[in-house]
């Protein structure tokens, strides 16, 4: 084979470069893959929000049954998801890895409605859970959170916020702590985050493997979708089956 000019050799690179379609492919394709945090996806943007990522595989493995309803668990059960919620949207989209979330009492206060008592119950349950970690107190009374289950980013669902960063959320306030009801509703709308949607946000909720998972009734499941409804979480498609074990809902932008 004869060999090739060094004058040729050039021109072939000069092609490449106004021809970029014959540059080889990356040899890492992984380095190119979007970062999977905070963002304003094409979904999110068509839903009306940014998507955040939800730790799922706790959701999918029964995880929601270990908050109660007895007498002496409602309150802080509720409290819990409260301010799981609220960890989940506060995510900082900056940088690769998960950065620690800062918040305060006051400004979980104001983004959940929970009063410190309950901010502090609920931040115990978590921990007890191994849901979140936390470390010292910083300087205005501010704790940096953890979310555990946000790696691999392929485990993680996605949760999308209808509101400014750091915007009070009305559908949280509304959820009070008082109400078995409002326990049911937000298992309910983890599982419909945790089981993925199609771009519209639809679901098809499996009733019969939500009751499994959240260790609540098929009823109270159905019936957790009419408070969704009313501020805004989630919408039914559709009829339901005649058995009602499958039910299409879209998940509404958490406000």
Request: aromatic share 4%; hydrophobic share 40%; net charge positive.
């Given at each position: 084979?004869?060999?090739r000019l060094g ?61 109660r309803a007895d ?185």
């Amino acid at each position: 084979m004869p060999v090739r000019l060094g004058c040729e050799a050039r021109r072939d690179a000069d092609d490449r470069m106004m021809h970029p379609e014959l540059l080889p492919p990356p040899r890492n394709p992984a380095r190119a893959r979007p970062d999977r945090r905070t963002a304003v996806t094409p979904a999110g943007r068509a839903r009306g929000g940014r998507v955040v990522p939800l730790p799922a595989e706790w959701i999918r493995a029964g995880g929601l049954r270990a908050f109660r309803a007895d007498a002496g668990y409602l309150g802080r059960s509720i409290a819990a998801l409260k301010l799981y919620l609220t960890l989940v949207v506060s995510q900082d989209a900056a940088g690769s890895d998960p950065a620690p979330i800062l918040l305060s009492y006051e400004r979980i206060a104001a983004l959940s409605g929970l009063s410190d008592p309950l901010i502090c119950a609920g931040k115990k349950a978590l921990l007890d859970q191994g849901l979140v970690t936390t470390c010292d107190d910083r300087s205005g009374g501010t704790i940096a959170y953890q979310l555990a289950g946000l790696r691999p980013w392929d485990a993680a669902a996605c949760l999308v916020l209808g509101l400014p960063f750091g915007a009070p959320m009305t559908a949280l306030h509304r959820l009070t702590c008082r109400k078995t009801p409002n326990l049911a509703a937000l298992k309910t709308y983890l599982v419909l985050c945790a089981c993925g949607s199609d771009p519209d946000g639809i679901v098809s909720l499996d009733v019969d493997r939500a009751s499994v998972l959240t260790r609540t009734s098929h009823v109270k499941i159905i019936a957790a979708l009419a408070p969704l409804q009313e501020i805004g979480l989630a919408e039914p498609v559709g009829t339901p089956s005649r058995l009602g074990e499958h039910r299409r809902v879209r998940v509404l932008p958490l406000r």
